[in-house]
C-alpha cells in the first residue's frame, strides 16, 4: 500500500443537516458524542486526558469542526491515540484524511473494512428504491467509492480488544458493511453501535432534521445483507447495553433503550427490512 492518502473522485460535500448539528453532548464522563450534520462522531476519553481516540470521521468537510470541538474537549494539542471506525462508508470517513495529516495517528478497523479503506474495493451503489423517506430517494448522491488510506489504516486486533482503551472489546456487526464493528464496555455497558442499528429513522429528511428518537434498523439505503444485519441487531441486544450512541440520531440509554431494542429484534423485518428495493432477498444479490 502507498503511503499517500486520497479521497475517491465522488467525494463531496452533502447539503444536508440536523437542528442537533455541533452540539455535542456527555454520554457518561468519558464517552462525549459529537453530531456533524446527520451523523455523529464519537470521544472515547476524559476530559483533558492525553489518553483518549476518536471514533469514526464524520462527514466531508467537517476536519475543522472537530478538531474544534477536540480542542473544547480536551485542550490544545490533544491528539488522540488513533481513530477507530465503525466502517468506512462516505459519512463516517468524510474528514479522515485531513485528521489524519493533522494528528498524524493510525487507523484501526476490521480487517474485512480495509479493502474499502485503501482504494481496493468499492460500496455496493445505495438504494434509493426502498421505502422509508427522501433521504432514502437522495442516496444515489451520496458517494460510495473508497478512500485510499494507505497504509495508515490497520486491522484491528483478532482478539476483541480495542487499542489504547483496554476495557472495551470490538464486536463484528455486518450487514451494513462486511467489516463493521461495534464497540462494548461490560463494565457499565456502555455500546457504541455505529450503524448496525440506529436511533432516528435515516430515511426520513424531517425526522432526520428534528432527530426525532426512536431505534430502528441499519439505514436501508446502503445495507446490503439483511441476514447478517438482523443477526448483529440480535448480538448486540443479547450484550443488554445500558446506554447507546449509534451513528446517527440521539443517545438512549436505560429502559428506553432495552425495551426499544429488544422490540427491534422481535419485529426486525418490519421495522427494519425494506418491503421491496435492490437488496431485499430474492432481488438484486450482485454484491
Not at 450484550?239 to 449509534?246: D, I, Q, R, S
Request: with cysteine; aromatic share 10%; charged share 25%.
Amino acid at each position: 500500500m502507498k503511503d499517500e492518502m486520497e479521497y475517491s473522485d465522488d467525494h463531496r460535500f452533502i447539503p444536508v443537516t440536523s437542528l442537533t448539528s455541533g452540539i455535542g453532548q456527555a454520554v457518561t464522563s468519558d464517552i462525549y458524542c459529537f453530531p456533524i450534520q446527520v451523523v455523529n462522531v464519537v470521544f472515547l476519553g476524559e476530559p483533558d486526558t492525553d489518553n483518549w481516540m476518536l471514533v469514526d470521521a464524520g462527514m466531508p468537510r467537517s476536519a475543522d469542526d472537530i478538531i474544534k470541538e477536540v480542542e473544547n474537549r480536551f485542550g490544545e494539542d490533544k491528539a488522540p491515540r488513533g481513530i477507530i471506525l465503525t466502517h468506512g462508508h462516505f459519512d463516517h470517513v468524510g474528514a479522515i484524511v485531513e485528521l489524519v495529516e493533522h494528528w498524524d495517528v493510525p487507523v484501526y478497523a476490521h480487517e474485512a473494512e480495509i479493502p474499502y479503506l485503501t482504494g481496493e474495493k468499492s460500496y455496493p451503489e445505495p438504494d434509493p428504491t426502498v421505502e422509508g423517506g427522501m433521504v432514502a430517494k437522495m442516496s444515489p448522491y451520496f458517494p460510495n467509492e473508497p478512500v485510499n488510506l494507505g497504509n495508515h489504516v490497520q486491522a484491528l486486533p483478532a482478539d476483541g480488544s480495542v487499542p489504547h482503551l483496554e476495557e472495551w472489546k470490538w464486536v463484528h456487526t455486518p450487514g451494513h458493511s462486511p467489516g463493521h464493528v461495534s464497540f462494548f464496555r461490560e463494565q457499565d455497558r456502555s455500546l457504541i453501535a455505529g450503524d448496525a442499528f440506529v436511533t432516528v429513522k435515516q430515511e426520513n429528511l424531517f425526522k432526520v432534521m428534528v432527530q426525532e428518537q426512536e431505534i430502528s434498523g441499519p439505514p436501508r439505503y446502503l445495507t446490503p445483507d439483511w441476514q447478517a444485519a438482523r443477526e448483529s441487531v440480535r448480538k448486540l441486544e443479547e450484550l443488554k447495553p445500558n446506554v447507546a450512541v449509534t451513528g446517527h440520531g440521539i443517545p438512549m440509554s436505560g429502559e428506553e433503550l432495552s425495551s426499544q431494542l429488544k422490540y427491534l429484534v422481535e419485529h426486525f423485518d418490519r421495522i427494519a427490512v425494506p418491503d421491496y428495493g435492490r437488496y431485499v432477498d430474492g432481488q438484486d444479490k450482485e454484491h
